[in-house]
């Protein structure tokens, strides 16, 4: 079964600076797709960013950017020159297909605070 | 384009009572999946329509069942209701035009049963 694991229930970091959070996922399938996805209070799951397997090059959005590695089963995130507006609660996400329809696994999700 | 709209945004029901949320995909959306949110399970999928038929469902009893309209609009149900039922549901839609479309999600139900 495709399980995702994110290690760091909660994280904090000064605003300006750079933070990673972690994420390690278990599959068999050799095609597939990871996301993070950002849950500020407002509780609206917003898509940060997508890695698609096959590709080699990490996804890059803005002061987002991840760091993939298929060999190891890893999908970190890094937000760089955080902001007040990057506190949320951060989940990473596999991408399960299920004959022809998909599904997302989530993992349990890290809370992010940016302080001041 | 307006975005996935789910309503009631709040909802408290009593033990044992019955309950349906709705969710409006994004236009031109077809695919419709749920998901349930709490603290001590996180988010997991309940299940999945497309063009009106449920094409995969999660590991929840069968008192959770939804549907999915001819406009893609979709409604899931909730039967006599438990404590355990109270949790954040969340709806996402998508094109499902290719793998890996992302999903566009809405702003949840938050469902309380006392």
């Known amino acids: ?116 | 384009k307006a975005g996935v709209t789910q309503t009631p945004r709040y909802l408290i029901k009593t033990r044992g009572q019955q309950v349906t949320l709705s969710c409006s995909p994004i236009s031109g959306h077809r695919s419709v999946s749920w998901y349930q949110q709490t603290p001590g399970q996180g988010l997991q999928f309940l299940f999945e329509y497309f063009s009106e038929t449920q094409r995969n469902k999660g590991n929840f009893p069968g008192r959770f069942s939804g549907r999915q309209f001819s406009n893609s609009r979709s409604e899931m149900n909730v039967s006599t209701l438990e404590l355990g039922d109270s949790a954040l549901y969340l709806c996402a839609s998508s094109r499902l035009q290719q793998r890996g479309t992302e999903a566009f999600f809405g702003q949840g139900t938050r469902l309380t049963v006392v």
């Open chain 1, 1 to 116: 079964a495709q399980t995702v694991t994110q290690s760091q229930p909660e994280m904090s970091v000064q605003e300006a600076e750079t933070v990673t959070l972690s994420c390690t996922y278990d599959t068999s399938e050799n095609n597939y797709y990871l996301f993070w996805y950002k849950q500020p209070p407002s509780r609206q799951m917003i898509l940060v960013i997508r890695q698609e397997a096959y590709k080699q090059q990490n996804a890059t959005e803005n002061r987002f950017s991840v760091n993939f590695q298929k060999a190891a089963k890893s999908f970190s995130l890094k937000i760089s020159d955080s902001q007040l507006g990057d506190t949320a609660m951060y989940f990473c996400a596999f991408m399960k297909h299920l004959g022809g329809s998909e599904k997302l696994v989530f993992g349990k999700g890290t809370k992010l605070t940016v302080n001041p």
